[in-house]
């Protein structure tokens, strides 16, 4: 199968498929992926989340006791978006070094170069320890795919290291913020707008907590050393029946950002007792960040890897978005995780996104090397 498939053109097969969330299905895309890596000797098990959504794990056992090493992306892409493109979105052309198309970043190129770096240790006689990947759609909408197969509980086997391929553009990264995100609710009490006084105005009480929330200052120690501070962002916001009615209902989306070490309950729970009982808080969402110890060994390994093909000495970094890491690093007991792909992060969700063949390439031979290393 590897005579005929390489990264490049296993991203352009990937980009033909519209796995656009949640408009379309992920089934047949994971289903590609799964007959490749199948007739490869891997063992295959599909999840649905709901009908169509499939995530896949695929697995290979090596012949030592060692834990096996965890490959992991999603196949899930973001819509289009309002502006046309110039490029088809679903062909994968290439124009110089660059290949277009929705996912081609984010991150149908990094599904694939881990996908034919895997294809490469099948085929590797002497495997101590094993290679997992897990395939994971919906997760442009809060890790779905990879939420439901943690919550099996024995779907995804065991891993000792994770490498999510998300766009970084080829450097490791060691650390990514988490998401809490809540829908605030401010109730008042209609009236004829005659007679202001006879109700209660859910957006004049709104006002009030729009300015407690931009002000808003997290507890405790909330300093991360790569990442920073957290962050909140009013998102949304809607009320008011119309122009003759007291409004009694408005309803704002807040995004928190935490940093790793904070945990999403902790942080609703603190706002809930800032904000006091004129707000209900519903939780949309509720990730945790990913942090590795700089320290920690098999780090310090692709360090090293990865400065050989950078030719630069590499400096702890990370990023503001999640990953599906949030669900499968606490899924598997905290490995270390790197955040680690050809994409590029600044192309994500943009018009006539596109990804570097050259980086494609070079991520291929990374990730062979990275599991060589894991595999000896
Ligand atoms: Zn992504």
Redesign the pocket.
Known sequence: MEKLLNTVSLTRQLLNFNTINPLSNEDECARYLGKILEESGFTIDYYDFARGRTSLVAKIEGRGDGLPLCFTG?IDTVPLGALPWEKDPFKGEIEGDKMFGRGSS??KSGIAAMVIAALRMAGERDRKAGITLVINAG??TGCEGSKYMAELGNALGEAGAIVIT??TSNYPLVAHKGAVWLEAIIRGVTAHGSMPEEGVNAINKSALIIDKLANYKFNGQNQHPILGEPTLNIGTISGGLNINSVPDLVSMEVDIRSIPGQRGQEVIDELKLFLGSDVELKTILNLDGVSTPLDNDWVQKVFVIMEQYLKQKIVPKGVNFF?DGSVLTSAYGYPPTLILGPGEAEM?HKTDEYCYVSKMKEITDVYTDIALQWLK
Do not use: S
């Open positions: 999603h984010d991150m997760e442009e998300e766009p990953t994500a």
